[in-house]
Nanobody, 124 residues
Framework: VQLQESGPGLVKPSQTLSLTCTVS??????????WSWIRQPPGKGLEWMGA???????YYSPSLKSRTTISRDTSKNQFTLQLSSVTPEDTAVYYC?????????????????WGQGTQVTVSS
């Protein structure tokens, strides 16, 4: 399984951050697979943001739920993250990751596969 994040590296405050994770090697609809977004702000630990299951069910971190939307395009084997009303505190490296159960923590070893990560900076 390979995952690759893509999207703009610079977003202005109050705008919406949009990232796409392109998956290869397996279908995102494969039973019991979960596809997560995780971020790591500078100098801080990993933070799980949310996930979309192979069924299409979506799960969000309570702390980010009001600003986060995760969706998918099965025809392109991609899933996406939208984070609205961003502030400089949303500056981080954003990762997509795959697991075989719903994981709401963010330990690297809990996930089977990771993308390489993409830096997103929120600044005017």
């Amino acid at each position: 399984v390979q995952l690759q994040e893509s999207g703009p590296g610079l977003v202005k405050p109050s705008q919406t951050l949009s990232l796409t994770c392109t998956v290869s090697g397996v279908s995102i609809t494969t039973y019991y697979y979960y596809w997560s977004w995780i971020r790591q702000p500078p100098g801080k630990g990993l933070e799980w943001m949310g996930a979309i299951a192979s069924s299409g069910s979506v799960y969000y971190s309570p702390s980010l739920k009001s600003r986060t939307t995760i969706s998918r395009d099965t025809s392109k084997n991609q899933f996406t993250l939208q984070l609205s009303s961003v502030t400089p505190e949303d500056t981080a490296v954003y990762y997509c990751a795959q697991s075989t159960r719903l994981i709401t923590t963010a330990r690297r070893t809990d996930f089977s596969s990771w993308g390489q990560g993409t830096q997103v900076t929120v600044s005017s």
